[in-house]
């Protein structure tokens, strides 16, 4: 289809009733009905966002960053990691995954484009944002630099994804390079927003904008397993055991390390006691959100990927479903595990006990515009599967 | 221009809670709202009786530091945290875009949503109401019946707190984040 001087190669059958006609199995029917059900949601939920404002939501003064702030991470962790896998092919060359790096990098697209859409439902301003961050830009604040490279990193996405559409690879690879960086110092970024609080002496350091990078990959590499199993109907073919082999035993290889981290960064929070650290990293041990972090995303997938080195992809499909949940929980403690601890230790008013740990669970309205931002991700994944054709191009 | 800050002869405070009703009145913030720009933080007895702990109890009048080196405008992501003429923290609504990372990155808990305006408030040090009439006192230091506060120019060598300062000993709140606090605690 050419749009002005661009070429954009549709599918041939693409259509309103394309998108509509799909294969009635009882799988694609519950993905379906979940689908419109949580685009109702999100409907719902930003309309009462829009009457009460973050009255609708359960932050406080003391948790100012809830469940948006999580589920936003979550999609741009999800983004960065589809952007590593997508670059490991048509980047790096690697030709045993160049079968992936068109559907990865349209991932990508699609789950930056969810965040954005969950977090403009949590900054009270987006559009004096939009305008103030171009006319006062605040280059001490890991937020606008955040915010500022995810928007080019997205724009690098789009222009890699249409060269891949084209097959012009060698301008995919340049844009794709460009991309990554980008995505990588934007998603180190992020990291920073934690790493910086020195208030928060949990967070504060370096450990968050590495292991955002690490964590990332591990996520794309999850959903790498996810979008190929919808892909071949969990049928898959010699070339794509091949690939899906490979992931796993980098995806053993990262989860290792990433389990190393955490046990030394907890160890290290806990060692002599340190106030607001030490008591605060055994808050965490003993809550059950941080082990169901570690069992859905470290644990289960290791333990599968170790039984027989990464040769089971249907096993590692539902492994990597089960990781995706861990990796909503790690992305979930991650933002509460921040704030648990209140910055102001007195009483204030009479009748009141002194502040001890704080309090979160994400309101109604919090829920449903995570899973609208949810829904809204698979909607855009499977209109862009009727639209595009995502698998490698034959002699490529 | 002045710099200022204040000293809080802390040991004096009653609790009785009138530099809160000051603050409230002078500033328009809402009536009711709790722990808004001004509060009193209670150390309460610790120890069980007989053998109780008496000077542990104590209150703490807190509020914004305005730090020298204030992490809420570092992080703030459209500069709508900024320093005044006066060198007083202040933030302009317009360019507020409520992120709350400034709420996560003060270290005393100085800032809240005002719900009239949906941006994040705090102390001013009367910026833009007294000191803009041309005044050189806060709402809470004037009305303080114990004379808990002292207000006033840092950089002006004869000024009350410059004085202060010099003869008391004091220390500053979480003074090793390195945020360099300018309200100074009395001991």
Not at chain 1, 99 to 119: D, E, N, Q
Not at chain 1, 212 to 223: E, K, P
Not at chain 1, 270 to 289: D, F, K, Q, T
Request: net charge neutral; aromatic share 12%.
């Amino acid at each position: 289809m050419k749009i002005g001087p661009l070429n954009i190669p549709l599918r041939e059958d693409f259509s309103l009733k394309s998108i509509l006609n799909f294969e009635k199995t009882p799988v694609n029917m519950l993905v379906a009905v979940s689908v419109v059900a949580m685009l109702a949601m999100l409907v719902i939920g930003v309309s009462l966002y829009l009457m009460h404002g973050h009255h609708a939501y359960n932050v406080t003064r003391e948790h100012p960053w809830g469940l948006l702030i999580a589920v936003y991470i979550f999609f741009v962790v999800s983004s960065t990691g589809f952007c590593i896998v997508g670059s490991l092919g048509d980047v790096f060359g690697f030709k045993d995954f160049t079968m992936i790096s068109k559907r990865a990098i349209f991932g990508s697209i699609v789950t930056i484009l969810a965040g954005f859409t969950v977090i403009a439902f949590e900054i009270g301003h987006p559009v004096t944002m939009m305008i103030y961050n171009v006319l006062s830009p605040g280059l001490t604040s890991a937020i606008w630099w955040m915010g500022t490279l995810y928007g080019l990193y997205l724009t690098f996405m789009i222009i890699e994804f249409y060269f891949l559409l084209n097959n012009d690879m060698k301008k995919a690879k340049i844009f794709g390079l460009t991309g990554l960086l980008v995505g990588l110092a934007a998603h180190s970024n992020l990291g920073s927003v934690f790493g910086f609080l020195n208030a928060r002496t949990i967070s504060q350091g370096v450990f968050y904008p590495t292991y955002f990078i690490l964590t990332a990959f591990i996520t794309g590499i999850f959903l790498s397993f996810i979008i190929m199993g919808f892909r071949y109907k969990l049928n898959f073919n010699e070339k794509t055991k091949k690939l899906l082999e490979g992931l796993a035993k980098i995806q053993g290889l990262l989860i290792s390390i990433l389990i190393f981290f955490v046990t030394w960064k907890l160890l290290t929070d806990m060692y002599g006691g340190m106030p607001n650290r030490a008591e605060v990293a055994e808050h965490i041990l003993g809550s059950g959100s941080f082990w169901t972090e570690v069992i859905l995303a470290m644990v289960l997938p290791l333990l599968i990927i170790l039984k027989d080195f990464g040769k089971s992809p249907v096993l590692m499909f539902w492994a990597s479903l089960s990781g995706m949940v861990g990796i909503f929980f790690m992305r979930y403690n991650l933002v509460h595990d921040t704030q648990l601890k209140p910055l102001q230790m007195m009483k204030v008013r009479e009748y009141q006990l002194p502040p001890e740990w704080i309090h979160y669970f994400p309101s109604a309205t919090e829920i449903m515009i995570s899973l609208g931002g949810l829904g809204l991700c698979v909607l855009l994944y499977y209109v862009g599967t009727k639209a595009f054709n995502l698998d490698e191009e034959e002699g490529h | 221009m002045a710099r200022y800050g204040m000293a809080l002869d802390y040991k004096n405070c009653i609790n009785c809670k009138a530099c809160e009703v000051a603050c409230k009145e002078e500033n328009g913030v809402l009536m009711g709202a709790d722990k808004h720009r001004i509060w009193v933080g209670v150390n309460e007895i610790s120890g069980e009786y007989p053998l109780l702990d008496i000077v542990s109890h104590s209150f703490q009048p807190s509020q914004c530091q305005h730090c020298d080196e204030a992490p809420c405008q570092m992080v703030c992501p459209t500069n709508a945290t900024y320093y005044d003429e006066f060198h007083v923290v202040r933030v302009d609504s317009d360019k507020c875009i409520l992120c709350s990372y400034c709420m996560n990155a003060c270290p005393y808990d100085a800032r809240y949503v005002d719900d009239r305006t949906m941006t994040v408030d705090k102390c001013t040090f009367c910026s833009d109401t007294r000191l803009a009439r041309g005044e050189t006192t806060t709402a809470c230091q004037n009305t303080c019946p114990t004379k808990v506060r002292t207000f006033g120019d840092l950089d002006d060598p004869e000024s009350e707190i410059s004085e202060l300062l010099r003869t008391r000993e004091h220390f500053s709140l979480k003074a090793n984040l390195g945020t360099k606090p300018k309200l100074f605690y009395l001991t």
